[in-house]
């Protein structure tokens, strides 16, 4: 076997090595078999590695962070005023839905046989009672009222209010007119009432009219005086002096305001040539003024008046069942209109006066006063020649 090695490593022999290369250099601690030592403190040692984005910049050289100044919120006015509002909505909703419960109501529009259909437009029964409720011996000797017991109808009007742009009517029945009662012999139209209650009276107006009746409103004397007290009297424009100690009246001739007092004896008074039919015409005149007074902005829109008001409405007045504050407000903004001249007033035309029993009477027109009950069931303006004019 040959001294000198082949390269090959034989078996338990270590290859030789080259000891010069194997020596460590001078000052160096490894060991012969060593590698360099790599590890993470060396790294450190070797500096930071370089980031994926570029090397930050040297804390002095860095720019300090900049916030922008937190911003002023602006004052949200269209939500303020939105919150308002919906609670002033809230609030009046409120007061209407407390003052319609606190409405007096009464079956006055009752179904029966024969009742006529419903016709076109709303038609109103609006009734002054003679009514003294609530009043004490004081107060009806402000008012002078009399010591009468019971209810007795001093006005019967009717309102028809189409559902065009047809004008409104206010058309009076004066409380003579001598009409047949269900029930009872012929009489004057105010006994219906007095034998009945308002369902006899509403149905005695549908059989004479032949128009339905869809809404009912009645105002005893206190309700009346009470009504134009709420909104500060009542303008009016007398021609002539009148003066009627039954009615406690005592007015000059001019333009005036009345009092709740003055106001129920203008509208009841019956010292005139023609009696019920110039009180007729007073009455409606004065109900206009009220209902334009009651409307205006003045009341509406000040609750030291409009409140008072919606409450002795409420209080003093009698509706139908179905019947809602809400109504009673379409029913005075309607009347507006007759004070504007927009509207047309007139009584039932009558064919002259009478006897019956012992009773002065008012007889209808028959032709005239059907040819009028028919354009306001069809919603047609009403002829000329029918329209009475005292």
């Keep these: 076997?040959?001294?000198?090695?082949?390269?090959?490593?034989?078996?338990?022999?270590?290859?030789?090595?080259?000891?010069?290369?194997m020596m460590p250099e001078a000052g160096s601690r490894q060991g012969p078999y060593s590698r360099p030592r790599q590890n993470q403190y060396s790294r450190q040692r070797q500096g930071p590695p370089t980031p994926p984005y570029g090397s930050p910049l040297p804390a002095r050289e860095r720019e300090p962070i900049r916030r922008p100044p937190p911003r002023r919120k602006k004052p949200r006015w269209g939500r303020r005023i939105g919150v308002f509002l919906l609670v002033i909505l809230l609030a009046v909703g409120g007061l209407v839905f407390w003052i319609d419960s606190r409405l007096t109501r009464e079956e006055a529009l009752a179904d029966y046989p024969g009742r006529p259909a419903e016709t076109a437009g709303t038609n109103w029964l609006i009734v002054g009672s003679d009514s003294r409720e609530g009043l004490d011996e004081d107060q009806q000797s402000d008012l002078a009222t009399g010591q009468a017991a019971g209810r007795r109808t001093d006005t019967i009007m009717l309102l028809h209010i189409p559902d065009n742009d047809v004008a409104p009517t206010l058309l009076s029945l004066p409380r003579d007119s001598f009409v047949p009662i269900e029930g009872y012999d012929a009489n004057r139209i105010n006994a219906a009432f007095a034998f009945g209650g308002p369902q006899l009276l509403a149905r005695t107006v549908e059989t004479a009219t032949g128009?339905?009746?869809?809404?009912?409103?009645?105002?005893?004397?206190?309700?009346?005086?009470?009504?134009?007290?709420?909104?500060?009297?009542?303008?009016?424009?007398?021609?002539?002096?009148?003066?009627?100690?039954?009615?406690?009246?005592?007015?000059q001739a001019g333009c005036q305001e009345l009092d709740g007092a003055q106001a129920l004896g203008y509208v009841r008074t019956r010292a005139s040539a023609l009696g019920d039919l110039d009180r007729?015409?007073?009455?409606?005149?004065?109900?206009?003024?009220?209902?334009?007074?009651?409307?205006s902005p003045g009341v509406l829109f000040n609750p030291f008046r409009s409140i008072p008001?919606?409450?002795?409405?409420?209080?003093?007045?009698?509706?139908?069942?179905?019947?809602?504050?809400?109504?009673?407000?379409?029913?005075?903004?309607?009347?507006?209109?007759?004070?504007?001249?927009?509207?047309?007033?007139?009584?039932?035309?009558?064919?002259?006066?009478?006897?019956?029993?012992?009773?002065?009477?008012?007889?209808?027109?028959?032709?005239?006063?059907?040819?009028?009950?028919?354009?306001?069931?069809?919603?047609r303006p009403v002829p000329a020649e029918l329209i009475v004019t005292e």
Aim: hydrophobic share 40%; with cysteine.
């Design 1 to 21: 076997m040959s001294g000198r090695w082949d390269g090959r490593p034989e078996p338990g022999r270590r290859p030789p090595t080259d000891r010069t290369a």
């Design 211 to 251: 128009l339905r009746i869809d809404h009912y409103a009645e105002v005893g004397f206190s309700g009346f005086a009470g009504i134009v007290e709420s909104v500060g009297g009542v303008e009016m424009c007398i021609d002539e002096p009148m003066q009627d100690p039954l009615a406690g009246l005592d007015l």
């Design 280 to 295: 007729v015409e007073r009455q409606r005149e004065f109900l206009s003024a009220l209902m334009q007074k009651a409307t």
């Design 309 to 379: 008001l919606a409450l002795d409405t409420a209080e003093l007045a009698i509706v139908g069942e179905d019947d809602h504050i809400w109504h009673l407000g379409g029913l005075a903004f309607a009347m507006r209109s007759f004070v504007n001249g927009e509207g047309v007033t007139t009584t039932v035309p009558f064919g002259g006066f009478g006897q019956e029993r012992g009773m002065s009477v008012v007889y209808w027109d028959e032709a005239k006063s059907q040819e009028l009950f028919s354009a306001l069931a069809e919603d």
